[in-house]
Nanobody, 124 residues
Framework: QVQLVESGGGMVQAGGSLRLSCLASGLSFSSYAMGWFRQAPGKEREFVAAISRSGGRALSADAVKGRFTISRDNAKNTMYLQMFSLKPEDTAVYYC?????????????????WGQGTQVTVSS
């Protein structure tokens, strides 16, 4: 049974930092590209960042470029999202996702497994 468990969310003030983690089990982690998505109330789920299965290539949304960094540790079956300079508009539930492909993708439909999400709230 595949499980993706996010952690590290919380409430911070604007300008603050958080690091999200996604621990994967039940799958061969290094065979999956991984991604972070987020969904704010009343909005569609949107792409945040993704990383290839080797960790050698990453994508990020324009809205988070220069502020968020995605990484992974295949030995620990874990993916991370380091978030700096957080803004109120970053407030959302953040989801990690796994795709049985080598290349990072920004498309929701390319992902096979999803976590339950972790709430990030940024106050002004």
């Amino acid at each position: 049974q595949v499980q993706l468990v996010e952690s590290g969310g919380g409430m911070v003030q604007a300008g603050g930092s958080l690091r999200l983690s996604c621990l994967a089990s039940g799958l061969s982690f290094s065979s999956y590209a991984m991604g972070w998505f987020r969904q704010a109330p009343g909005k569609e789920r949107e792409f945040v960042a993704a990383i290839s299965r080797s960790g050698g290539r990453a994508l990020s949304a324009d809205a988070v470029k220069g502020r968020f960094t995605i990484s992974r540790d295949n030995a620990k079956n874990t993916m991370y999202l380091q978030m700096f300079s957080l803004k109120p508009e970053d407030t959302a539930v953040y989801y990690c996702a796994a795709a049985i492909r080598s290349i990072a993708s920004d498309l929701v439909r390319n992902y096979d497994y999803w976590g339950q999400g972790t709430q990030v709230t940024v106050s002004s």
